[in-house]
């Protein structure tokens, strides 16, 4: 779904900005084999499920949004969850509920790690197939378990918000992309059967605004891109996303935590390569790789706190006044 733009411009229009990857750093793209068998499996599995859990990472929900998603789907009932709600500051959180209000859409925020919100999820899904046995009933069957395939990007957190909810691991899990590559059924009591299918991607990724998202995120095989350029464009869209605070980056976010702020360079813009620089001679003996390696894995740790890296650009209010 593309971010609204009713009412005019916003501070969130900082998140959806364009961010220069170093001219020496090729397109991200990621297709994995085991996506595309997955893929090919996907309509023999939907065709055997009563409801779509689709997962989302809650820091980028709109670049974890796969543009198939509705076509493979059609009218099966679509449960939204926005995992790792526990990454990103309250603002965003209510930011973005309003925002898929807007679009209709209910959403379920999860932390597959601690287990918020996952029994509602769990809940929400055994009251949206009951309608399946009502039906059943009816015609003098017996109810059964309501089917449901938990769908997403990798390393969305899908498995692991099935290991939560059966409450061991079943299936596994770990914080990379590509670790789950084949569907595997899960029993979850009398109530729901939960298919945890691979993560899945596009073909191609049109939009490297997106893609570069979901690199920062770790929700693309780090084959796809370079680090340090990927860490250069993190260090720009920091600077960006102070203006939103929403976003939950202080404005001496890189000085509290490293020691160095980032300055600007002549033309105003952030000297995010010279920050790179100066933070690999301070902390890992000029390194650049490593430092660049550093800063990324302290974002997706949470090292540096919750952040957004994505805002929706929410419809002014009529009468509220704007121009």
């Not at 859990?53 to 949004?65: F, H």
């Not at 909810?165 to 084949?182: H, I, M």
């Not at 991607?201 to 340090?228: F, H, K, M, T, V």
């Not at 430092?291 to 302290?298: E, F, P, R, S, Y």
Request: aromatic fraction near 4%; proline fraction near 7%; include cysteine.
């Amino acid at each position: 779904m593309p971010p609204s733009t009713a009412g005019g411009s916003s501070a969130a229009d900082a998140s959806t900005q364009t961010i220069q990857l170093s001219v020496n750093a090729p397109a991200i793209q990621w297709y994995p084999g085991h996506i595309a068998k997955a893929e090919k499996a996907l309509n023999a599995a939907l065709a055997k499920v009563d409801l779509v859990i689709e997962v989302r990472d809650a820091r980028i929900p709109l670049a974890t949004g796969h543009p198939r998603l509705q076509r493979w789907i059609g009218s099966k009932p679509h449960l939204l969850a926005l995992n790792r709600v526990d990454m990103i500051p309250r603002e965003a959180r209510e930011a973005w509920s309003a925002w898929f209000k807007h679009q209709g859409q209910v959403v379920w925020w999860c932390d597959a790690k601690a287990g918020t919100g996952v029994k509602q999820l769990q809940q929400a899904a055994i009251r949206a197939g009951a309608a399946l046995n009502r039906r059943r009933v009816d015609r003098g069957m017996r109810p059964r378990p309501v089917r449901a395939l938990m769908l997403g990007f990798p390393n969305v957190g899908k498995s692991a918000l099935i290991n939560r909810l059966v409450r061991q691991k079943v299936v596994d899990s770990a914080r990379r992309a590509g670790v789950t590559r084949s569907l595997r059924w899960v029993r979850l009591g009398q109530d729901l059967d939960l298919l945890d299918a691979p993560g899945v991607l596009p073909p191609r990724l049109d939009d490297q605004q997106a893609a570069l998202r979901l690199a920062l995120c770790d929700d693309i095989g780090q084959a796809a891109y370079d680090n340090e350029a990927a860490a250069v464009a993190f260090l720009q869209l920091l600077v960006l996303l102070q203006a939103v605070p929403a976003a939950g980056v202080p404005e001496n976010l890189l000085e509290c935590r490293y020691g160095l702020p980032l300055e600007p360079l002549p033309n105003g813009a952030p000297d995010a390569e010279g920050w790179l620089r100066a933070a690999a001679e301070r902390h890992t003996s000029g390194d650049k790789l490593r430092m660049a390696t550093k800063l990324l894995d302290d974002f997706r740790c949470s090292r540096l706190g919750g952040l957004a890296l994505e805002l929706p650009q929410l419809p002014v209010p009529t009468g509220s006044g704007a121009a």
